[in-house]
């Protein structure tokens, strides 16, 4: 598959073909994406929602009201789930929300991430990362050049130098991800993937039978 090549600069290099990009049927590994992006989100939930018991109320249990005259002798004491600031019964308590993926799986689903991105031409390569100072303003101007107008770039590489990290962690359109950590909801997020010459072996390197 051919993919844009800019020069570090952002100048327009040509066009590279890439052996070895992973190439799917239509509809294959969408339902492994599906699973693989819940699974993310929900390995993210904190599961600490907790309401109190009955018997983690503070309270008296003594009986309220005399069983006699009133009418209202089996309310139940203080701490009963039918009155204000007792117990709460089938509330939510403390649990992991954390979902299991199988490494096939989590392969198919960034499989299918990288297609469908690539099919929309949203996949561009850079020769590599490279700013002459770390000044935010350089490496701005370094993807307007190459993505201008895009709300949502991920900037790829096998491993960034500390100017180009300094340089773009004050960007709030930008995202760096190093090659071997990059998912499948960091692919399907991005309106724009710019993956360095190196970062792109990385990736296929996971593809690898």
């Known amino acids: 598959m051919k993919f844009k090549l800019y020069k570090p600069d952002g100048s327009s290099s040509a066009e590279k073909d890439i052996s070895g990009f992973p190439v799917l049927d239509d509809g294959k590994g969408v339902d492994a994406l599906r699973q693989v992006i819940i699974a993310v989100h929900a390995n993210q939930?904190?599961?600490?929602?907790?309401?109190?018991?009955?018997?983690?109320?503070?309270?008296?249990?003594?009986?309220?009201?005399?069983q006699k005259g009133l009418g209202v002798g089996r309310v139940?004491?203080?701490?009963?789930?039918?009155?204000?600031?007792?117990?709460?019964?089938?509330?939510p308590r403390p649990r992991?929300?954390?979902?299991?993926?199988?490494?096939?799986?989590?392969?198919?689903?960034?499989?299918?991430?990288?297609?469908?991105?690539?099919?929309?031409?949203?996949?561009?390569?850079?020769e590599a990362w490279e700013v002459k100072e770390p000044k935010t303003k350089l490496f701005n101007q370094l993807l307007n050049t190459i993505a201008p107008k895009t709300k949502r770039v991920l900037v790829v590489d096998d491993d960034f130098a500390e100017s180009v990290g300094r340089a773009a962690q004050n960007l709030p359109n930008a995202r760096l991800g190093r090659a071997k950590d990059i998912g499948a909801l960091d692919i399907v997020q991005a309106d724009?993937?710019?993956?360095?010459?190196?970062?792109?072996?990385?990736?296929l390197a996971k593809f690898a039978k």
């Open 192 to 203: 724009k993937i710019i993956i360095s010459l190196k970062g792109i072996e990385t990736i």
């Open 45 to 66: 939930r904190q599961g600490n929602a907790s309401t109190k018991l009955r018997s983690e109320v503070a309270g008296s249990g003594k009986k309220i009201h005399r």
């Open 96 to 126: 992991s929300y954390n979902q299991k993926v199988n490494r096939k799986v989590k392969h198919l689903a960034l499989e299918r991430a990288l297609c469908d991105q690539a099919a929309s031409e949203n996949i561009s390569l850079i």
């Open 76 to 91: 139940g004491d203080k701490r009963a789930i039918q009155r204000r600031g007792g117990g709460v019964i089938f509330g």
